[in-house]
């Protein structure tokens, strides 16, 4: 991936905060990955190209430019970028996510069967730009399904939103002892009936 500061910048030129910050940002990537160039005054009036396999240091670049001048962004855009970071390391730890095409060729379903089968609850899933994220950790590879325990307790989930579903099966629940998801994927004994319980507490508490 890269970052073409004079392209950006022309199409940012009605947009002065948002110049700025590129301009932040782009400071940013030169000293954190120590690029040559010249001094920092430069990089405005220079193109800037960067290859960038993680797209979650830019999201870190970005938080730090605004952490350093924190006058101009609007604090809900900081707070999201901050929580799609963090959806991200939880997916990433989890084992990751799959594809469309590839949870199509896991259950052996077609793209409508996948679709139908996310909108009744029983994939867990959600649209990020022009994908759709399937978390890795709801699928039993070897058998090629969702884990059963895990899809019951998904309906329970009193919430639409993919990443706050996430969030509750993969926080560390201390009366648990484990996460949700992980109790869920080993069957423990008694696991579906005590997730169960903390899924339905939780829609309680987002509905206050």
Not at 43 to 71: C, F, G, K, Q, Y
Not at 86 to 110: M, P, R
């Amino acid at each position: 991936m890269a970052i073409q500061e004079s392209g950006l910048a022309s199409g940012l030129a009605g947009d002065p905060q948002a110049r700025e910050l590129l301009r932040r940002v782009n400071q940013l990537v030169l000293s954190k990955l120590a690029l040559p160039g010249g001094p920092v005054q430069a990089v405005s009036h220079r193109p800037l190209a960067v290859a960038l396999d993680d797209l979650s240091l830019l999201t870190e670049l970005v938080i730090e430019a605004w952490r350093l001048e924190p006058t101009t962004p609007p604090r809900q855009a900081l707070l999201r970028l901050r929580g799609e970071q963090a959806l991200a390391q939880l997916l990433k730890a989890s084992g990751g996510s799959l594809s469309s095409a590839e949870v199509q060729q896991l259950l052996g379903l077609s793209g409508e069967g996948v679709r139908k089968r996310r909108d009744r609850k029983r994939l867990l899933g959600w649209r990020h730009g022009k994908h759709t994220v399937y978390p890795a950790f709801q699928f039993d590879l070897a058998s090629g399904r969702v884990w059963p325990a895990l899809e019951a307790v998904l309906p329970l989930l009193d919430t639409d939103s993919g990443p706050t579903q996430v969030r509750f099966l993969l926080s560390p629940d201390p009366e648990l002892g484990d996460t949700p998801a992980a109790l869920l994927c080993r069957a423990e004994p008694l696991a579906l009936e005590e997730v169960s319980r903390k899924a339905r507490q939780f829609g309680c508490q987002l509905a206050r």
